[in-house]
């Protein structure tokens, strides 16, 4: 397993701790709700869902959460300024942990961070995400607000190799940092098979070794527009799971600290592929520890009989 000469960052996040060496905390697990095509949305303008699904799907997370002692951060999109209040509201009710916000309406971004800051939620709102394409408006708001976590989104069309998307992520920090973003996880992006896919773990890496910050991927967009699961017989949800579990699994080798994985129908099966290789990064880390003379607190999994 890797080791670090830079020093590691470590971030807490709402309670959960984000960063680190391989193996010295466990890797977090983020989950999805109230996105287009998930079985409890019912109106995405409108915000409104099955709660009663949604609060099941919850509770799995919570559950596995005290099963493998990886930790859980939601992440909420809503289409709307409305839908994304309604999200926000009942997620912060039915969940204690710390959630992320995320939407392609930029008004809807910014309601929410507005909405966070009205309702004392900043010490878990985790923006998402600081990017190339934020117009003034929305980072003037960033900046005079009480929020300081947020996903910093190191992607340019025309970073298409690692030292252009190096120079797009050191770019990204910058401007996140003018924003009072104190607390980062940083996403150099995923792209999807066939368009890029791989130089996300490559530049996980050079984060890693070159800025010692907390990292973050969503490899679930891998397989998303993958023609081989278009094709009759490989066209269903078991076989699109275990694409969106290797593609996870994956990026966790590659020390990513925590991990987007899609919608929260699939917690259960990303959770405990994510729990055993785990285990496997713990026993290696620790022989490396004892190789080199490296004295340093370990996440000890909670191996299951």
């Known amino acids: 397993m890797f080791v670090f000469k830079k020093e590691q960052q470590v971030f807490d996040f709402g309670g959960v701790k984000i960063g680190g060496q391989p193996g010295q905390n466990p890797t977090v697990l983020i989950g ?9 949305v019912e109106s995405t303008k409108k915000g409104l869902f ?16 005290e099963e493998t002692g990886h930790p859980l951060v939601i992440q909420a999109y809503g289409r709307t300024p409305t ?13 204690n942990g710390p959630f992320m916000f995320e939407s392609t309406s930029a008004k809807a971004r910014k309601h929410a961070i507005q909405y966070c800051e009205e309702q004392g939620l900043q010490n878990r709102a985790i923006y998402n995400s600081i990017n190339l394409s934020m117009k003034d408006s929305e980072k003037e708001l960033l900046r005079s607000s009480k929020l300081d976590m ?7 069309p025309r970073a298409t190799t690692l030292p252009d998307r190096m ?43 070159e800025l ?4 973050c991927l969503g490899p679930h967009n891998a397989p998303s527009a993958w ?27 590659f020390a990513t600290d925590c991990i ?46």
């Open 227 to 253: 023609k081989l699961l278009k094709k009759p017989g490989f066209d269903n949800e078991s076989t699109h799971l275990s694409a969106v579990v290797a593609s996870t699994v994956a990026s966790q080798l």
């Open 212 to 215: 010692g910050l907390p990292t």
């Open 83 to 95: 839908a994304m209040e309604r999200h926000i509201d009942w997620l912060a009710e039915h969940f």
């Open 32 to 40: 999805g709700l109230f996105f287009k095509g998930q079985p409890i």
């Open 150 to 156: 947020a996903v910093v989104l190191g992607w340019s």
């Open 260 to 305: 987007m994985y899609g919608s929260m129908i699939r917690t259960k099966e990303v959770f405990a592929a994510v729990s055993l290789i785990g285990n496997a990064i713990a026993s290696a880390t620790a022989e490396a520890n004892r190789a080199l003379g490296i004295d340093r607190t370990l996440f000890e999994p909670r191996t299951i009989d």
């Open 50 to 65: 099955d709660e009663k699904l949604a609060n099941e799907w919850v509770d799995v997370g919570v559950s596995m959460v």
């Open 167 to 209: 120079s797009t992520i050191e770019s990204m920090i910058k401007d996140a940092k003018e924003m009072g973003i104190t607390k980062m996880v940083v996403d150099p992006a995923t792209m999807p098979v066939g368009a890029g896919y791989g130089l996300e773990n490559r530049t996980m890496l050079t984060i890693k070794s």
